[in-house]
């Protein structure tokens, strides 16, 4: 099926720097989502890019896809000791019937030293 | 608080017991999922409600059983699990037709003993 793969696994970087995450994909997609997720607690929605858009901004956040080399990137600027966390790309297929599934690659361990 | 909200937060349950996790959304969505998270894996989907009906079924255990009375509730029912089945149970909810932004629980962290 199909799944996103964030490189790096693990990134550790100091307060203040700049934190940029990848992810590949197989297959088309509908879209690209990120999501974040504190130690053993749920996923939180951060940014969902559509498979026409090139660059998406929010806040500290700003997205980039491109869909001919199928793959993203997550760039936080400025990082905080609170942005600690572990990062998912997913990517959204459309699966018939108007169904959409979501399929999750491992992350990446974002670690901000203080 | 997401506005999906999951309970117990936490579960310990022998391989024989019967238990079940329980998901609410008071969102307004008319899609409901349940994924499973191990250690070094991937996020799982398990199971996917459209408008309370089943879609998705991938490749689950027969011990995992869903259930979705109407499109703000969905259970998932466990028996006879087994100690790889630890794992954190994530429910999340969204709009159908949009491919948008999924919101998720806070999990169930189970350990089968």
């Known amino acids: 099926s199909q799944q996103g793969e964030e490189d790096p696994q693990a990134l550790s970087i100091q307060e203040g720097e700049n934190a940029t995450m990848n992810c590949s994909y197989k297959?088309?997609?509908?879209?690209l989502q990120w999501y974040r997720q504190n130690s053993g607690r749920g996923l939180v929605h951060l940014i969902l890019?559509?498979?026409?858009?090139r660059e998406k901004h929010s806040g500290r956040l700003r997205v980039t896809l491109d869909t001919s080399k199928k793959s993203s990137s997550l760039l936080i600027t400025a990082s905080r000791a609170a942005d600690t966390a572990s990062y998912f790309c997913?990517?959204?297929?459309?699966?018939?019937?108007?169904?959409?599934?979501?399929?999750f690659g491992k992350g990446t361990k974002l670690s901000v030293i203080p | 608080e997401t506005g999906v909200t999951q309970t117990p937060r936490h579960l310990v349950m022998g391989m024989t017991n019967k238990k079940s996790l329980k998901c609410e959304q008071h969102?307004?969505?008319?899609?409901m999922y349940w994924y499973k998270q191990s250690a070094k894996k991937p996020l799982e989907l398990m199971f996917v409600?459209?408008?309370?009906?089943?879609?998705e079924n991938n490749s689950v255990p027969s011990r995992f059983s869903p259930e979705c009375p109407n499109s703000s509730h969905l259970f998932l029912h466990l028996h006879t699990l087994q100690p790889e089945d630890s794992a954190l149970y994530l429910c999340?909810?969204?709009?159908?037709?949009?491919?948008?932004?999924?919101?998720f629980g806070s999990g169930t962290r189970l350990t089968v003993v």
């Open positions: 999340a909810s969204s709009l159908l037709g949009g491919g948008g932004g999924y919101t």
């Open positions: 297959t088309s997609i509908n879209n």
């Open positions: 890019i559509r498979s026409n858009e």
């Open positions: 997913a990517t959204v297929e459309y699966s018939g019937a108007g169904s959409y599934q979501l399929t």
């Open positions: 969102l307004g969505h008319n899609a």
């Open positions: 409600y459209n408008f309370k009906e089943q879609t």
